[in-house]
């Protein structure tokens, strides 16, 4: 019996002082660890350029492979007072460099920025968020950078450093990048990359709304929308930019957040685009190359009360165990977090009331999300950064706080009710990323919130089991990005990507609660199927892509 | 309306015209009454004014001279003239009519109430008495303008300010005599609601509730703001009280069962919303909560609902929002091609009104 399995047993006794005390343990241990001293400095300026109010990314990746997860953080830069393009965002001033920080064998940190070659991020670059993926399956991690500006990608030399190989692979983009992601769409055993933008905007084009005296962010209905960015990898190094060919260009939005699955079980990776204040985008995967815009007819574009959801971050995974991703969507308050169930065959349905989201959010903007099994009890929990995108909210609408806490939503056999994160410290939370940063079986988050160090949420840790996989493909990419993986009827995508402007650990982490070993069953991009019985509880495993199923 | 009503009075001036005029007043009065209807204003008031030099107590020279002024929307000028015809002719209703709308036409309203009362023209009365913050008695007189003319816009208009402004009074009145009164509290609640300020509205509805726990209608709205507030759990507290002081009340059932939906209690907030439907039926709100509520549990009853919503809305947002969730069992069901035909017609009705914002 689970934790959760004898809450419902109290709940049916009416133990309710029992419940109370069972649910006083808090899951994580907020601790900044010693050698992170990342700012992540936005540089607000009374003119309310809406780009300081957006960043920034953070990724949880193993870049020298050495079995520790790294991070890396990615900084805006300074804000001129009046902007005018070309904007200078003095970048080569280290308070503005994005950061790696190794991770050491005592759990400390180590700044590693220079000597990885990551100092230089552009000047007329500001930072927004961060995609992590083996786009040349080397075996190493590399590093692409969205930004306000040109983006970048860092190819992983394998040494412990990093050469900026944009120019020569062709994905700077251009304009205002947000979510990132690698993914293989082709199932051509290349990653490809996936770029959300979020508007047309210029400092040129900048403007205040509120009342005169008070000035706030505008919305972003305040400027036109604009078009997401799929490359195609050719995979010799370089990229094609097949947004218009794929019909991915053919919809322009507010693009934030960025999330993939395969949600109809066709073998193809499809997308899911949050769009800000506009309807979502679900882009199914048509399996030829091309991609058509479905969301607003499966079901996936509008909250249940039939609302445009202001979508800042995603995460695509399958919450209730039935095997299909499901979605989860951030946004502004005043309504809940949306819920998009996978009701099969192609289609969703909005839950977030059905969920118990409605009771438990509503009251906070939230950007970086995460599914995750924190108490390694069978069921994806979920992890939301929260914090108002308007600094100055409080004098707008008093019910409502520029800084907020995270919510932790415990996850009841798909029912989500708030748990005791351990912290109630507010900040202006932005991105968000999950992985078990301690290996020890529990899933951490870090977070990143505007003017202030990053926060560490280490998990506290239980009895329960837990199995974490690698995958590393053979004849699909090497990292296994869009695999599905089932550990003892829980269903996991394998992606790094999700929540807002981050990258997750990719390593698959399953709890299995008692159980003492696992099944575990493995669909790859490439049609391979593969079964593994009897796997042993609470260790970390790889397992390699087999020649045939 | 006032610049309307005063070319009725073109003619009224004739009624009120003595006899005894020299000829060359007389041929002046005509030559500017010729101007006039030439929309020639200022050569007819030149006319108007050397006639009343030669003759200036002659009542249809000052009325003439008036009325010439109020065409060309000089009211200023027009009062001076028009109070001398008055004083000449105090029993003479299109005068006082006349110097009425001149008064209140310059901001003198409570110099024009008694030239309208004597004129009887009721419309105009309770629009300088709107003016002249006497509220309620506007409130009988504008009433009593649009049963005669119940289409007119801008009797509509005033009347509607009247109400705001009359309940403003008595709010004003009730603060200032009786500020520590429970219905003082609430008052100040519902500013405080109105103007987003939460926390301190809060704070007079527990003052009120701790005065008078069982008044009816407090804890309606006092949920209502922990609503706005997302914050359920208390908002579902107070709605319940109300639905025990009320429980005829399909306001209060229907609030205890929209919020019990946002908290996803959905088997109870079902029974609360079906409650609020039989206390008051075809509720399209009700309904659709009705239908969101037992959306998974109970397809085919939320089908039956949002038809209902469709059937009353017809083409209104809530409408297209029925719709939207029809085609999303339907699709659920399989049944696709049925799912494309409402959100065609979701489609349509989102056209509609985006154009209607336009």
Not at chain 1, 133 to 145: L, R, W
Not at chain 2, 108 to 130: F, N, R, V
Not at chain 2, 132 to 149: F, G, M, W
Not at chain 2, 280 to 294: F, H, I, K
């Amino acid at each position: 019996m689970t934790r959760r399995d004898l809450l419902s047993l109290f709940v049916s006794l009416g133990a309710v002082a029992q419940i109370t005390k069972l649910k006083g343990g808090s899951l994580f241990k907020v601790d900044p660890p010693k050698g992170v001293d990342f700012v992540l400095r936005n540089s607000p300026t009374p003119r309310k350029y809406l780009i300081e109010t957006m960043p920034g990314g953070i990724a949880l990746l193993d870049y020298n492979n050495d079995g520790f997860l790294d991070v890396f953080l990615v900084n805006a830069g300074r804000v001129p007072a009046r902007m005018r393009s070309p904007v200078d965002f003095d970048r080569r001033n280290p308070s503005y460099w994005n950061r790696l920080y190794r991770q050491n064998k005592d759990k400390t940190f180590t700044d590693v920025t220079a000597q990885a070659g990551l100092q230089n991020a552009g000047d007329a670059n500001y930072g927004m968020g961060v995609a992590v993926g083996d786009y040349d399956n080397d075996g190493f991690p590399d590093i692409y950078v969205t930004n306000f500006g040109k983006n970048v990608l860092y190819h992983n030399n394998g040494d412990g450093t990093f050469t900026d190989v944009t120019a020569k692979a062709g994905v700077a983009a251009g304009g205002w990048s947000a979510s990132a992601g690698f993914f293989d769409y082709d199932n051509d055993g290349n990653l490809d990359l996936f770029v959300t933008r979020y508007l047309d905007w210029t400092p040129e084009t900048s403007k205040t709304c509120g009342r005169v005296g008070d000035p706030m962010y505008c919305p972003p209905g305040e400027f036109p929308p604009t078009t997401n960015i799929l490359y195609r990898n050719r995979g010799n190094g370089t990229f094609e930019d097949v947004s218009a060919d794929s019909g991915i260009a053919a919809k322009k939005g507010h693009g934030l957040g960025v999330a993939f699955a395969d949600y109809d079980s066709d073998g193809f990776t499809d997308i899911f685009v949050a769009n800000d204040a506009t309807e979502q985008f679900l882009f199914h995967n048509n399996g030829n190359g091309t991609f058509t815009e479905v969301a607003l007819d499966s079901g996936a574009a509008l909250s249940s009360s039939g609302k445009m959801p202001s979508g800042m971050g995603v995460v695509f995974q399958d919450y209730d165990n039935d095997g299909l991703p499901d979605l989860l969507v951030t946004q502004l308050p005043h309504e809940p977090y949306v819920v998009f169930h996978n009701d099969g065959k192609g289609s969703f349905s909005a839950q977030e009331l059905e969920t118990g989201f409605g009771a438990i959010s509503g009251k906070s903007s939230g950007w970086g999300v995460g599914l995750e099994d924190f108490d390694n009890d069978g069921w994806k929990d979920a992890f939301i950064v929260q914090g108002h995108v308007f600094d100055n909210v409080e004098m707008y609408d008093s019910s409502l706080r520029y800084r907020d806490a995270p919510l932790l939503a415990l996850n009841y056999r798909g029912h989500f009710e708030k748990g005791d994160l351990g912290s109630n410290l507010p900040t202006a939370g932005r991105g968000a990323a999950f992985g078990d940063l301690n290996n020890d079986g529990w899933i951490d988050v870090v977070t990143t919130s505007l003017g202030e160090r990053p926060q560490f949420y280490l998990n506290r840790g239980g009895k329960l089991h837990w199995l974490t996989i690698t995958l590393r493909g053979k004849r699909s990419n090497r990292d296994g990005f869009g695999a599905r993986v089932q550990v003892n009827g829980q269903t996991r995508f394998a992606t790094a990507a999700g929540s807002y402007l981050s990258s997750n650990d990719k390593r698959l982490h399953f709890g299995i609660g008692k159980a003492e070993s696992a099944d575990v069953e493995i669909r790859w991009p490439s049609g391979v199927h593969q079964v593994l019985h009897g796997v042993k509880a609470n260790q970390f495993i790889t397992i390699e892509e087999s020649e045939r199923s | 309306m006032i610049r309307a009503l005063l070319s009725v009075y073109l003619f009224l001036q004739m009624q009120v015209a003595g006899p005894r005029v020299t000829p060359e007043v007389s041929r002046l009065l005509q030559s500017g009454s010729d101007a006039e209807s030439r929309n020639e204003f200022d050569r007819a008031i030149a006319d108007f004014r050397k006639a009343a030099d030669l003759d200036p107590s002659s009542t249809v020279v000052l009325l003439s001279l008036g009325d010439a002024y109020v065409k060309k929307q000089d009211y200023a000028a027009a009062i001076s003239p028009l109070k001398r015809a008055a004083e000449l002719s105090p029993d003479s209703l299109p005068i006082h009519q006349l110097l009425g709308y001149a008064l209140l036409s310059e901001g003198y309203a409570a110099e024009a109430i008694p030239h309208l009362q004597i004129a009887h023209d009721s419309g105009a009365l309770g629009i300088a008495q709107l003016q002249a913050d006497q509220p309620a008695e506007a409130i009988v007189n504008l009433r009593a303008a649009l049963s005669k003319n119940p289409a007119d816009p801008d009797l509509l208009y005033y009347l509607s300010r009247a109400g705001s402004a009359l309940s403003s009074q008595s709010e004003d009145k009730l603060l200032l005599s009786f500020p520590q009164n429970t219905r003082a509290h609430e008052v100040l609640g519902q500013h405080y609601y109105a103007m987003k300020m939460l926390p301190e509205a809060v704070k007079e509805y527990e003052q009120a509730l701790a005065q008078r726990p069982d008044l009816p209608g407090l804890r309606m709205e006092l949920g209502e703001i922990y609503a706005a507030r997302s914050e359920w759990v208390q908002a579902e507290e107070q709605f319940r009280e109300e639905t025990k002081l009320q429980s005829g009340n399909a306001e209060a059932a229907y609030r205890l069962g929209d919020t019990l939906l946002q908290e996803g209690k959905m088997t109870e907030a079902a029974e609360k919303l079906h409650r609020s439907d039989l206390l008051r039926p075809d509720m399209p709100e009700t309904l659709y909560s009705l239908a969101r509520a037992t959306i998974v549990s109970n397809p085919a009853s939320a089908e039956l609902a949002l038809n209902r919503v469709i059937e009353i809305e017809k083409q209104t947002p809530l409408a297209g929002q029925a719709y939207l969730l029809v085609a999303g069992i339907h699709r659920k069901q399989g049944k696709t091609e049925q799912a494309m035909r409402e959100m065609a017609e979701y489609h349509r009705i989102q056209t509609l009104t985006s154009r209607g914002r336009e």
